[in-house]
């Protein structure tokens, strides 16, 4: 194969970014649920739920550690790989970035305040207020930097004038027409995917017959959240589709293999394109992809035909957003079952099966952000800057990405099995039925210590 | 004050607010595997773990800060730079990233590894070396510009005595500067067997510090003449970084106010570093890189300067109150808390 920079720094980013997301994810989503095992410990005065929170911080710390360190690099790789884009994007889209600094600072900050001082205040409500920054700067570091990559979908806030940027309006650059969506849709998912991680790990000891009341609870705090964030992210999901039928027709497009520009367009579930570009084995469902562009079957969707051939994203993503869309549903569902279940057939609900299928929904949460990403900036290709700069005209040139991408490759397997070992060690050597003796909390709610 | 002159001295002093958090984490990370080889580990681990613990990602904030500003206040920074130091600062990358979460992953899980401790000394004195490599490249004469591309002459750097100058320099301040504010920390902690162990690595580095400092600064010479002449201009500043050194030295030496003391080594290296700033002025990349032709627009900058404001209007009591809670707080301090 020969040599080519703009392949290699391509992908060096996706394996970067798809690395440090999973880590992102759960440092938006965690805090929030730490946040809310803590306050209704605090007001129901049970320490089953307390003991949750103490432990899921203690894991955070180390997931949070890996975010750090490889949100780092992508920050530095931004600049390594793509020197003409942040070169010319700097100029306009600058501001959220250099704004997402201060929000790790003040979520690093609270954060490194909160893990130490579990006993240091007399009224626990004063911790718990700690928390709320934590909660605030990982979720504004998430708005910001979505607000970056909606740029890059929908690039508004300045002017080009003979090759050069002009007229530049940071302000509204930054709050750019797919920002709602994109924001919206990556907040809902990182909470629901959080929620799902948590109750996977209650799930999970359940199923290798652990029976302590604690562990319910577990499940059920985790598991309301869980049924509430996936359904705003379908929601939201859907608000994305009608802002790509809008502002981005070619990346639901090459999503819905949509060629003629027509109304009452069907959804094309799964399926393969044959040698004719025919597609076949699909499942159709009659007038739906106009449904999610437009909410009526009237509406009519521009096809992909429209855009010349060297500005169409590839067709595999079809698959990326079936997939997403799949999960999305079968999530969802499963949360719902839960709930179902718990209210009406408490007997089921912690059965192996059920408890099966929540174990599951934690890689297959993970897996959805993944492919979401991947669906979102693949269907950007071949733009970088969405109708300003191709991705191939910003790569590096520098002749080494190759072997970065194997060194890189390495730090990440080291980084995966450093993290996985210790978390594994820190809660398999001290189980939560020995921590809760002894700190005498054993039966959480019945004994009140005021 | 010009826009262009606000950004980077902004920047400039978030770098050395980054120099002197960092290389005191970074110190400490070898203190502590050094006095596992000498056996003397139990002296030490406590007190720099209690130190460290809370603070860690709040240093490396302090780089990501930089790195994200100067692209933003400079974009064209990301272009030069970028282009040419993939290499370089991939190391550093990388071991940032091992630093980071080995530390992590010792502290809060598994406690005392050998292995955990050797990473984290051994990168704490790699990051240092690597990432002042930038700095060495700024003064010119390692970059191959041309209309593709720009390309670091990576033999060069590598063979170029001054460039190893400033590498020595970058771990011998480290050491220093750790090893005075942990003096410190140890006799806010009353750890005596601490403290006079730290005191003589503090008395140890010192003398190094200043002469290895001195021997770059003659080098600069051959390698940017027209930076070094500057920097003879402003001699006095690096006059006022002597007396303070010595007041420091003083203090140390004589075991008096140690939080004196590392105020003064702190100004030494703000002097210091302040006075090599502005003798690098207006070069972000001599010869072919200011910062007036790097700069970004009028409008992004005010907007940049703004948001710094109320960042920091955020950020100071945040940090204050980080501080008084473990810097500053007797009781955390001496672990009885
Ligand atoms: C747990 C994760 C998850 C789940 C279950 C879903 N999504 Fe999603 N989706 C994401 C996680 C995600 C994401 C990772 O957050 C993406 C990638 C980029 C982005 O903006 O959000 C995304 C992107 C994304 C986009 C592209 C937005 C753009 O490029 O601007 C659309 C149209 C949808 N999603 C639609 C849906 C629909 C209709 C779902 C139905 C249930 C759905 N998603 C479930
Ligand atoms: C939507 C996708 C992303 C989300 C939700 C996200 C969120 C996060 C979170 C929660 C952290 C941990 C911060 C902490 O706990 O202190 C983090 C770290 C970081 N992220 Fe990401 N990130 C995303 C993508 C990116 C991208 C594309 C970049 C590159 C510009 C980036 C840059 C960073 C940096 C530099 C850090 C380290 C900050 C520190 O030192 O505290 N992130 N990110
Ligand atoms: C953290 C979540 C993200 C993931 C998992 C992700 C994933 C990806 C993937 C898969 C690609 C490669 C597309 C291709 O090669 O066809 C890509 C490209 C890229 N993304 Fe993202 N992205 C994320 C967020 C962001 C954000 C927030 C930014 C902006 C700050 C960003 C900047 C870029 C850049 C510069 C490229 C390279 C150009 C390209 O190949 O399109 N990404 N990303």
């Known amino acids: ?450 | 004050m010009s826009l262009e002159l606000l950004g980077i001295s902004v920047l400039w002093i978030f770098l050395f607010g980054y120099v002197i958090v960092a290389s005191i984490d970074f110190g400490a990370g070898f203190f502590i595997t050094y006095s596992e080889w000498t056996g003397q580990k139990q002296v030490l681990h406590k007190i720099i773990q209690r130190y460290l613990s809370p603070v860690w990602e709040v240093t490396n904030v302090f780089l990501v800060f930089f790195f994200v500003g100067i692209v933003g206040f400079f974009p064209k920074t990301a272009y030069y730079y970028g282009s040419a130091l993939l290499v370089p600062v991939s190391i550093s990358i990388i071991l940032l990233a091992i630093r980071g979460s080995y530390y992590a992953f010792g502290t809060y899980g598994s406690k005392d590894n050998k292995w955990y401790t050797f990473l984290y000394g051994v990168t704490g004195v790699l990051i240092p070396a690597s990432l002042t490599t930038v700095l060495t490249i700024s003064e010119g004469g390692y970059l191959t510009i041309t209309d593709n591309g720009v390309y670091l002459k990576l033999t060069a750097l590598l063979t170029s005595p001054y460039s190893w100058g400033v590498v020595l320099l970058a771990i011998v301040s480290v050491l220093f500067i750790s090893a005075s504010f942990l003096t410190y920390y140890a006799r806010k902690a009353e750890d005596s067997h601490a403290e006079s162990l730290l005191r003589q690595y503090t008395l140890g580095w010192s003398v190094p510090s200043v002469l290895i400092a001195v021997i770059v600064f003659y080098m600069l010479k051959t390698q940017n003449v027209e930076h070094f002449n500057q920097m003879v201009d402003l001699a006095w500043m690096f006059m006022i970084s002597l007396a303070f050194f010595m007041t420091g030295l003083y203090l140390i030496y004589k075991r008096k106010a140690y939080g004196w003391a590392f105020t003064a080594i702190t100004m030494q290296y703000f002097f210091a570093f302040l006075a090599y700033g502005i003798s690098h002025y207006p070069y972000l990349l001599y010869p072919v890189l200011t910062i007036y032709d790097g700069f970004t627009n009028e409008t992004m900058a005010i907007a940049l300067v703004i948001a710094f404001i109320v960042g920091l209007l955020l950020l100071i009591p945040a940090l204050y109150l980080l501080l008084r809670l473990f810097l500053f707080n007797r009781d955390y301090v001496k672990g009885t808390r």
């Open chain 1, 1 to 450: 194969m020969t040599y080519d920079a703009t392949m290699y720094s391509r992908i060096l980013t996706e394996l970067t970014l798809a690395f440090h997301i999973i880590f992102a994810t759960i440092g938006v989503g965690v805090p929030l649920m730490i946040a809310l095992a803590q306050w209704v410990g605090i007001k129901r005065n049970d320490n089953h739920y307390i003991m949750l929170a103490r432990r899921w911080t203690r894991g955070f710390t180390i997931t949070v550690a890996v975010g750090v360190v490889t949100g780092t690099a992508i920050g530095l790789q931004l600049s390594l790989l793509w020197p003409k884009f942040m070169e010319a994007a700097g100029q306009v889209i600058a501001l959220p970035l250099f704004m997402e600094t201060f929000a790790f600072f003040f979520e690093a900050i609270f954060l490194g305040i909160y893990i130490y001082t579990w006993n240091r205040f007399k009224k626990p409500i004063y911790h718990f207020l700690l928390l709320i920054p934590v909660a605030i700067g990982s979720s504004a570091s998430a708005f910001f930097i979505t607000t970056v990559n909606a740029f890059m979908n929908t690039p508004q806030g300045f002017e080009i004038v003979n090759g050069v940027i002009t007229n530049i309006n940071p302000i509204e650059a930054m709050f750019n027409p797919a920002v709602p969506t994109k924001v919206g849709h990556v907040l809902t998912s990182a909470y629901m995917t959080s929620a799902f991680v948590l109750a996977s790990l209650a799930a999970f000891q359940m199923l290798k017959g652990k029976d302590h009341v604690y562990y319910k609870k577990a499940l059920k705090i985790t598991m309301i959240p869980a049924i509430v964030f996936s359904i705003a992210t379908a929601v939201v999901g859907d608000f994305s589709g009608k802002f790509l039928a809008d502002y981005q027709p070619e990346k639901l497009a090459a999503a819905e293999w949509h060629f003629e520009t027509e109304s009452h367009a069907p959804l094309i579930l799964y399926g393969y394109l044959d040698e004719n570009g025919e597609v076949k084995g699909a499942l159709e469902i009659p007038y739906a992809l106009s449904i999610l562009a437009g909410n009526t079957p009237s509406t009519e969707v521009i096809g992909l035909n429209e855009f010349p051939e060297d500005e169409r994203p590839p067709l595999y993503v079809h698959y990326f957003f079936d997939l997403m869309v799949t999960l999305g549903i079968l999530l969802t569902i499963v949360a719902l079952l839960y709930a179902v279940l718990l209210k009406w057939k408490p007997h089921l609900a912690h059965k192996k099966w059920m408890l099966r299928a929540i174990v599951w929904s934690a890689p297959l949460s993970l897996l959805a952000i993944e492919i979401g990403w991947f669906f979102a900036e693949v269907g950007r290709q071949p733009w970088i800057l969405r109708g300003y700069l191709k991705v191939s005209e910003t790569a590096t040139t520098s002749p080494h990405v190759d072997t970065l991408i194997i060194v890189f490759g390495l730090l990440y397997i080291v980084l995966t099995i450093g993290a996985g070992v210790v978390l594994r060690r820190m809660f398999k050597n001290n189980p939560p039925e020995q921590e809760l003796k002894e700190y005498g909390w054993d039966h959480g709610g019945e004994k009140h210590v005021s």
